[in-house]
């Protein structure tokens, strides 16, 4: 599975944005999907998961109720809407798919990756 996120850009708190993460492939229906984060001098940070057929979600508690992920496996496509955005959550944001129905936050049992897009929120 290849996968290629966008969406990220500049914005200023309290705004919003949409990020996208498209994969390659016809078997993308059989990867739970996760969103990890990573700021500059820190270690990637879990962010929300998706379970195959997106009936279930995580959430760290930083982003809970201020970010939604959602996917569309006709599209082979997972999203995650960052809303009331503020400064901490300026961060190179990954996308990662892992194998099977069991979610995780452990960013070292995903299988693979995207290439990240970089989010920055300005005061």
């Known amino acids: 599975v290849q996968l290629q996120a966008s969406g990220g850009g500049l914005v200023q708190a309290g705004g919003s944005l949409t990020l996208s993460c498209a994969a390659s492939?016809?078997?993308?229906?059989?990867?739970?999907m996760g969103w990890f984060r990573q700021a500059l001098g820190k270690e990637r940070e879990f962010v929300a998961h998706?379970?195959?057929?997106?009936?279930?979600?995580i959430y760290a508690d930083a982003v809970k109720g201020r970010f939604t992920v959602s996917r569309d496996n006709a599209k082979n496509t997972v999203f995650l809407q960052l809303n009331r955005l503020k400064p901490e959550d300026t961060a190179v944001y990954y996308c990662?798919?892992?194998?099977?129905?069991?979610?995780?936050?452990?960013?070292?049992?995903?299988?693979?990756w995207g290439q990240g897009t970089l989010v920055t929120v300005s005061s």
């Open positions: 990662g798919a892992l194998s099977g129905a069991f979610g995780s936050t452990r960013e070292e049992e995903y299988d693979y």
């Open positions: 492939g016809r078997t993308f229906r059989s990867y739970s």
């Open positions: 998706i379970s195959l057929n997106g009936a279930y979600t």
